[in-house]
């Protein structure tokens, strides 16, 4: 009998929490397709935004000559450059001001998309970043909004705005084609690290501008094309917008932005350097082949190749790791450097000596000129 009253409740208390649910059922909904030309409205619409609201902070710039009584002349150069506060301080590649360094005769003329101009002066350079900050005595225009460069991916749409070949403020696009390349800065010995390469089109007049990704965010400046005919052919590069991060707070105080480093000569591990240094195959890591002496390496501890060159002996330190970052190439020593530390910092290199992984402990120095 209990069983039985037992098994009316609980068809009651179906009953009731059925009647409670109001609940609509609806036929799962189906995912829009859309067409091509859909896709392209799609496209165009969102560019002409990104266009709209930033290309007021971009700025042409040209380089002219002046006469006796300082009136600008002939022009000699041309670049592009973008706002990087609302303090009138503009960002832009040291090549393209540095005419003007040097020289009394020579201004700097900088033109808004609004058509107004404005003479402006260096307030920094740094020519290892091949970056520059100059000045208007106007406060006009807010700032371009910047992004990660860090996290940033090959396939990732960009958009490029500058002056090529004096067209002003052209717009061109494309993806991002590589991440974490090097490149000469020309007026150095050393490298810029974790430059992106992309295929939007650049050329000569977009030295300087924004590379912007598609929220409109700056992810780098583009800086220079790899091309026999100084014209794009689709490989353009940027430098990486984290790394004027670290630049800019120096150099819009006229100081030097001091880069920390090493010390070291080494090489990456390739199929035949690795046969070399009796390390298993596919192993990762920058071989040392020496240390500068009294640096920051030296002073550490860590070893290079005992031989003379250039006949090596292929038994320097490997290092593998600096802190929890870790280093499978050079280029990924000096990007680590240059965007994430700065003189007077200490890190751990774990380095490989002797079979056998060894932390140690580096203070850095600045990087010596």
């Excluded at 150099?251 to 880069?259: E, K, P, T």
Aim: net charge negative.
């Amino acid at each position: 009998m209990n069983i039985r009253k037992n098994l009316i409740l609980v068809l009651i208390s179906l009953l009731v929490f059925l009647g409670c649910d109001t609940k609509t059922w609806e036929e799962p909904q189906v995912k829009k397709e859309y067409s091509p030309v859909e896709i392209s409205q799609i496209f165009e619409s969102h560019y002409k935004t990104i266009f709209s609201e930033v290309v007021e902070s971009v700025v042409q710039i040209n380089l002219f000559n002046q006469d006796s009584r300082g009136i600008p002349t002939n022009k000699t150069g041309a670049g592009a450059g973008f706002f990087w506060d609302k303090n009138g301080n503009i960002l832009t590649n040291y090549h393209v001001i540095q005419p003007a360094i040097n020289s009394n005769n020579t201004s700097i003329l900088v033109r808004t998309y609004t058509n107004d101009e404005y003479l402006a002066e260096i307030k920094g350079y740094d020519s290892y970043s091949d970056l520059a900050i100059i000045n208007i005595k106007k406060d006009i225009t807010p700032a371009l909004e910047l992004f990660d460069s860090d996290i940033i991916s090959p396939g990732e749409l960009t958009l490029a705005i500058g002056s090529p070949f004096d067209q002003e403020f052209t717009l061109t696009t494309g993806i991002v084609s590589a991440i974490g390349r090097t490149l000469d800065s020309t007026f150095t010995p050393y490298k810029i690290p974790s430059v992106i390469q992309t295929d939007a089109a650049i050329n000569p007049g977009n030295s300087g501008g924004p590379l912007l990704n598609s929220k409109g965010k700056v992810i780098g400046i583009n800086t220079q094309i790899k091309s026999n005919s100084r014209q794009n052919s689709g490989v353009g590069f940027a430098v990486p917008i984290n790394l004027a991060k670290q630049v800019v707070p120096s150099i819009i105080n006229g100081d030097n932005h001091l880069y920390s480093y090493l010390g070291i000569n080494a090489l990456n591990l390739d199929y035949g350097s690795r046969i070399r240094a009796n390390v298993e195959e596919n192993f990762k890591g920058v071989l040392i082949l020496d240390v500068l002496n009294e640096g920051p390496a030296h002073l550490a501890g860590i070893k290079g190749d005992t031989s003379i060159q250039p006949d090596l002996n292929f038994d320097g330190d490997i290092i593998t790791r600096i802190d929890s970052y870790k280093v499978d190439t050079f280029e990924d020593l000096m990007s680590y450097l240059a965007l994430n530390t700065k003189a007077g910092d200490i890190v751990k290199i774990e380095v490989v000596r002797d079979y056998k992984y060894k932390n140690i402990e580096v203070n850095l120095q600045a990087r010596p000129d």
